[in-house]
C-alpha cells in the first residue's frame, strides 16, 4: 500500500462516497474507485460494503481507519519537520471561520500570517450552517481549524481554545415599551416578534435553548445569515433581537443589557481532538489569541 491510497481511503471512509470523496480530493470517482480496489487487493479484504444506494465501512475497514490517519499523520510530520529545516514553515492550512466576525480582524490577521509563513497555503471558508457546520467539518477533516462560537457541549471531539466571551444583549427601536428599561429579563420577552440568524449558528442556538428552558415560546419572524444585519431590521420596526453584543452601535436601534439568564457567547478556535496540530496551526492560534479586540473577556484555556 501507499500514502495515496490510504489517503483515499480515508476520505471514503469519512465521507461513506466516493463521489464526495472524489470531490473532496479534487478528483475523478474513477481514480479513487481504482485506488480503493488496489487497496483491497494489496491487504486481500474488503474494506467496504457497497450497495446502489449505501457505502459502508467493513470490519476489515474500521479496524484499517484509526491506523490510515494515524500513518498518514505521521507521513505528515515527517515532511513538515524536514521541509521546515530547509526551507520554514510551509503547508496547507484550511481555516473556517463565521461570517462578518467581530471580535478579530481576520483579514490583516491572515495578511501578516501570509507574509511571515509565505510558504503556507491559506484557505479560508464559512459554511451556511454557521459554526455548527464548521465544527463538523473540523471533525471530518474538511478543515484543520475553526472559529466557532458553540456552547463547549457541543464541541465534542475538538480541542478547544477560548479567545473571549460576551455577554447577550436585547437589541429594540427607541419606540419600544422596553427601550427606557436599565436591563431585560428573557420573560419580559413573552409575544414579542425577533430577528435572529439561522439555525445551526452558536448564538441562535443559545438562544434558542434559553427559551426553551424558560417555557417562553419565540416567534423568529426574520432570518439574516449575518450578525451585522440584525439590527437594520430592529431598526425597520420587524422584530426584536437577543444577540452577542459585538455589533457596534447603530443610530435608530437601543442595546438592553440581557441579565436573566446571563447568558454570555464565547468565540473559541477549535481543532480536532487526539491529534497534534501542525506547525503551522500553532502559529495561527498564536496569532489569533494575540488579535482580540480589546474590551472583551479574554480566557485562553485549552479545553478537551
Do not use: C
Not at 474513477?30 to 459502508?56: G, Q
Not at 480582524?105 to 451556511?128: E, K, R
Not at 429594540?172 to 440568524?197: I, K, N, T, W
Not at 445551526?200 to 443559545?206: I, K, L, V
Request: hydrophobic content about 45%; aromatic content about 4%.
Amino acid at each position: 500500500m501507499d500514502s495515496r491510497q490510504l489517503e483515499y481511503f480515508v476520505a471514503v471512509a469519512e465521507e461513506l462516497s466516493f463521489t464526495r470523496a472524489a470531490q473532496r480530493l479534487f478528483t475523478v470517482q474513477s481514480t479513487v474507485s481504482a485506488a480503493i480496489r488496489a487497496l483491497e487487493t494489496d491487504l486481500r479484504t474488503t474494506l467496504f460494503d457497497r450497495s446502489t444506494r449505501r457505502v459502508t465501512l467493513s470490519a476489515a475497514g474500521a479496524a484499517l481507519l484509526p491506523e490510515a490517519k494515524a500513518a498518514l499523520e505521521a507521513l505528515d510530520r515527517a515532511r513538515s519537520v524536514v521541509e521546515e529545516a530547509s526551507t520554514g514553515l510551509r503547508g496547507n492550512l484550511r481555516i473556517g471561520t463565521m461570517t462578518r466576525l467581530g471580535l478579530v480582524d481576520l483579514a490583516p490577521l491572515l495578511g501578516a500570517f501570509h507574509q511571515t509563513y509565505p510558504l503556507v497555503d491559506v484557505q479560508v471558508t464559512t459554511s451556511p450552517t454557521g459554526s455548527s457546520g464548521l465544527a463538523d467539518d473540523v471533525r471530518h477533516g474538511r478543515l484543520d481549524v475553526a472559529l466557532v462560537g458553540l456552547p463547549l457541549a457541543e464541541l465534542g471531539g475538538l480541542d478547544v481554545r477560548e479567545l473571549a466571551s460576551v455577554p447577550f444583549a436585547v437589541l429594540v427601536p427607541p419606540s419600544h415599551r422596553l427601550a427606557s428599561e436599565v436591563s431585560v429579563a428573557l420573560e419580559q420577552l413573552a409575544g414579542e416578534r425577533f430577528v435572529d440568524m439561522l439555525r445551526g449558528f452558536g448564538n441562535r442556538r443559545m438562544v434558542d435553548q434559553a427559551f426553551e428552558r424558560a417555557g417562553v415560546p419565540r416567534q423568529v419572524q426574520v432570518e439574516v445569515p449575518d450578525l451585522s444585519e440584525v439590527p437594520e431590521y430592529v431598526r425597520a420596526g420587524l422584530g426584536i433581537a437577543v444577540v452577542p453584543d459585538i455589533s457596534p452601535s447603530v443610530a435608530g436601534v437601543v442595546h438592553l443589557p440581557l441579565t436573566k439568564p446571563g447568558l454570555t457567547w464565547t468565540l473559541s478556535v477549535a481543532t480536532i481532538a487526539g491529534r497534534q496540530p501542525s506547525r503551522a496551526v500553532v502559529a495561527l492560534q498564536e496569532l489569533l489569541s494575540e488579535a482580540v479586540r480589546p474590551g472583551t473577556y479574554f480566557t485562553g484555556e485549552l479545553i478537551s
